[in-house]
C-alpha cells in the first residue's frame, strides 16, 4: 500500500491504515506529531487546519520510511534520530538508550539540591562526574543548568560517547568525555575530588526481559540495559566503592535505580558509610531515585 498523494489528510490516513494494529490510538497520534514536526516543521496542533496542504516528494518519502520502521516496531525516537530531554533536543541511535522522564527527575532532584547548597561551591567551581553517560542527557543537562560546573562524563561504549559529544556540541556544553569501564575504572587521581557522581546504570535483570517491549529489547542496546540476575547491584556496588574513594567531604552520590531492589541498594549505601541516604518515588510512584552523601 502506497500513500494516496501528497496531501497532509492523506499521509495522515496512510499512518493511521498501516500502524493501528501496533500502536494505540493515543500513541499513535503522538507519534504522527512528532514526524510532521520533525519533516516538514508542523506541529500536530496544525495538522487539521493544513490537512489539504501538500508535501513534497523527498519529504513524502520521509513519511513512508518511517511507517516502515515503526511497523517493525523500530522507537520513534531512533527513526528520528533525535529525543527530547528536560527541555533539549539529543541525538540517539542504537549506541545508546533513549532518555526516559524518569531520568529526567534525576536530573532536577541533583539540580534542586544544588540549588539550595550553591553557596558553598561560590569560592570554586562544582566538579560532576556522571557514569555510563550514554546519550550524555544527565551530564548534558546539568552543565546547562549549572553554568560554574565542570563536568566528566565517562562510559564504555566508544559509539555511545561519540553520540554524547555530539550532543554536548549541539547544545554549546563544554564537557570532558572519557571512556572507562567503572567496574575497573582507570581514572588518574587527578581526575578525582568530585563535588556530585550520578549514574543510571544497567539494572535490568536478564530474567525480566520476558516483560519488555519489544521496541526496547529490539533496538536499545542490551549493554546499557541488561545485568546478571545473580549480581544485580553489580554496578552500584562497583560504583558506591569508586565514591568513597573519589568524592570530597560531604560530597553527593545519586543513583537512577531498579525499582525491585530499591531496599537492597539503599541497605548497601548504608552498610558502606553514606550518610543521608535517601530512596525516592518517581511520578508512577515507584522505588526509582537514591541519594546519599560521605
Known amino acids: 500500500m502506497k500513500i494516496a498523494s501528497n496531501r497532509i489528510v492523506d499521509i495522515i490516513r496512510y499512518f493511521r491504515d498501516e500502524l493501528k494494529d501496533r500502536y494505540e490510538a493515543g500513541e499513535l497520534e503522538t507519534i ?22 501538500t508535501v513534497t516528494e523527498s519529504e513524502l518519502l520521509k513519511f513512508s520510511f518511517a511507517v516502515k520502521d515503526l511497523k517493525r516496531m523500530k522507537p520513534v525516537q531512533y527513526v528520528l534520530g533525535n529525543a527530547d530531554f528536560y527541555g533539549m533536543k539529543l ?8 532518555p526516559r522522564p524518569e531520568t529526567e527527575e534525576l536530573v532536577d532532584l541533583i539540580l534542586k539540591e544544588y540549588q539550595l547548597s ?13 557514569i555510563g553517560t550514554g546519550s ?18 565517562v562510559d564504555v561504549s566508544e559509539g555511545a560517547l561519540r553520540v554524547a559529544k555530539e550532543n554536548a556540541i549541539a547544545n554549546g ?27 543510571n546504570p544497567p539494572y ?25 540476575d545473580n549480581n544485580p547491584l553489580l554496578f552500584y556496588n ?14 553527593k552520590l ?37 541519594r546519599g552523601e560521605i
Open 238 to 251: 562497583a560504583i558506591a566503592d569508586f565514591a568513597l574513594k573519589h568524592l570530597v567531604v560531604n560530597g
Open 204 to 228: 535490568v535483570c536478564e530474567s525480566e526481559k520476558g516483560e519488555m517491549q519489544r521496541n526496547v529489547l529490539d533496538y536499545e542496546p542490551h549493554l546499557a540495559l541488561f545485568v546478571e
Open 118 to 130: 550553591s553557596i558553598k561551591y561560590q569560592d570554586r567551581g562544582i566538579k560532576i562526574l556522571d
Open 136 to 153: 550524555g542527557c544527565i551530564a548534558i543537562a546539568l552543565r546547562k543548568n549549572i553554568v560554574a560546573a565542570s563536568v566528566m562524563a
Open 32 to 53: 504522527i506529531g512528532y514526524c510532521f514536526e520533525e519533516f516538514v516543521n508542523i506541529k500536530h496542533a496544525e495538522l487539521v487546519i493544513r490537512k489539504n496542504d
Open 91 to 98: 541525538k540517539v541511535n542504537e549506541n545508546v538508550l533513549i
Open 254 to 290: 545519586y543513583f537512577e535505580i531498579n525499582q525491585m531492589y530499591g531496599e537492597e541498594t539503599k541497605k548497601m549505601l548504608l552498610e558502606k558509610g553514606f550518610k543521608n541516604v535517601e530512596l525516592r518515588k518517581d511520578l508512577n510512584n515507584k522505588n526509582r531515585i537514591l
Open 173 to 199: 556544553v563544554e564537557i570532558s568525555f572519557v571512556k572507562d569501564d567503572i567496574l575497573k575504572s582507570n581514572l588518574k587521581p587527578e581526575d578525582s575530588n568530585f563535588d556530585i557522581i550520578v549514574s
